[in-house]
């Protein structure tokens, strides 16, 4: 069975580093690229970039670009998302995705269970 | 950015009822539309892949149709487990962007 299984919650002040793991099991973790994507409270999903496990390559929305860094463990099939210095505004839910190709398109088919990142002063 | 939009943004229907929710892009993006659902909290689910092929495991009572510019979800039933919120998203292009939601409530 397919899973990602992401990190506890977290509550952090600004201006604090924070780095919280998403985790895949039962599929070959290096050959999928692993999404984040973020909820902020009560709004939709935004895309924040991807990451291939396999070599690290990363491609990231210019809207989050230089304010979070994608990382792997491919010992541990675990992907990292980390913030050096987080604000305010990054309170909100975030989650990993494995995305899926197959003809030519792709898609989002798991999802981990989401983390919530609480920033209060 | 290619922009998507969904109509409308929350509806109110029955148990039984026909549902229909739009989803318009900006662009162009072929048939690249997937749809995704997401129950109070829950992680969203994927529902439909490139506009109008069902995911295994997803009731027939949901489908898909569009291309080019515009789309719709269809529920044919609705179900008690149906009320949810519904996502558009392009897969044409980087960075992927979704519709704002359209929130399904119980009349």
């Known amino acids: 069975e397919v899973q990602l299984v992401q990190s506890g919650a977290e509550v952090k002040k600004p201006g604090e580093s924070l780095r919280i793991s998403c985790k895949g099991s039962?599929?070959?973790?290096?050959?999928?690229?692993i999404n984040w994507l973020r909820q902020m409270p009560g709004k939709g999903l935004e895309w924040m970039g991807r990451?291939?496990?396999?070599?690290?390559?990363?491609n990231y929305s210019p809207s989050f670009q230089g304010h979070v860094t994608m990382s792997p463990d491919k010992s541990i099939s675990t992907v990292y998302l980390q913030w050096s210095s987080l604000k305010a505004s990054d309170t909100a839910i975030y989650y990993c995705?494995?995305?899926?190709?197959?003809?030519?398109?792709?898609?989002?088919?798991?999802w981990g269970q989401g983390t919530l990142v609480t920033v209060s002063s | 950015d290619i922009q998507m939009t969904q109509s409308p943004s929350s509806l109110s229907a029955s148990v039984g009822d026909r549902v229909t929710i739009t989803c318009r892009a900006s662009?162009?993006?072929?048939?690249?539309l997937n749809w995704y659902q997401q129950k109070p909290g829950e992680a969203p689910k994927l529902l439909i892949y490139?506009?109008?092929s069902l995911q295994s495991g997803v009731p027939s009572r949901f489908s898909g149709s569009g291309s080019g510019t515009d789309f719709t979800l269809t529920i044919s039933s609705l179900q008690p487990e149906d009320f949810a919120t519904y996502y558009c998203?392009?897969?044409?292009?980087?960075?992927?962007?979704f519709g704002q939601g359209t929130k399904v409530e119980i009349k």
């Open positions: 995705a494995r995305r899926f190709c197959s003809g030519g398109t792709c898609y989002f088919d798991y």
């Open positions: 039962g599929y070959s973790f290096t050959t999928y690229w």
């Open positions: 662009q162009s993006i072929n048939s690249y």
């Open positions: 998203q392009q897969s044409y292009t980087t960075p992927r962007t």
């Open positions: 490139v506009a109008s």
């Open positions: 990451i291939d496990p396999s070599d690290s390559f990363t």
